[in-house]
Nanobody, 124 residues
Framework: QVQLLESGGGLVQAGGSLRLSCAAS????????LAWFRQAPGKEREFVAG????????LYADSVKGRFTISRDNAAKTAYLQMDTLEPEDTAVYYC?????????????????WGQGTQVTVSS
């Protein structure tokens, strides 16, 4: 079993930055990759970014490409989402998710473990 704990959310003005963290519990050796999803009020959960636990593969949603950067620290068992040039449209609860096998990155059904979410609010 893998437990994920997100942190780093908060309130920021448009144009500002935040860095989210996703700390994984033991047994990260069974993780193929980690991803960030988000869900805004009244909307479906959507893929934001994903990273393989080994190697350099990353993937981004078009809406965040060039503004957000996903990274990981294997020794710390932590993944990060650096969010720059934030826009009010980025306001959502952000979730970290882990997949045991190579996922269809954009499909939330591909993931086996989920964190509890962290709120990001961007004011205009």
């Amino acid at each position: 079993q893998v437990q994920l704990l997100e942190s780093g959310g908060g309130l920021v003005q448009a144009g500002g930055s935040l860095r989210l963290s996703c700390a994984a519990s033991a047994r990260t050796s069974i993780i193929y990759g980690l991803a960030w999803f988000r869900q805004a009020p009244g909307k479906e959960r959507e893929f934001v970014a994903g990273i393989a636990w080994s190697g350099t593969s990353t993937l981004y949603a078009d809406s965040v490409k060039g503004r957000f950067t996903i990274s990981r620290d294997n020794a710390a068992k932590t993944a990060y989402l650096q969010m720059d040039t934030l826009e009010p449209e980025d306001t959502a609860v952000y979730y970290c998710a882990a997949a045991r096998f190579a996922p269809n990155w954009r499909n939330d059904r591909s993931y086996n473990y989920w964190g509890q979410g962290t709120q990001v609010t961007v004011s205009s």
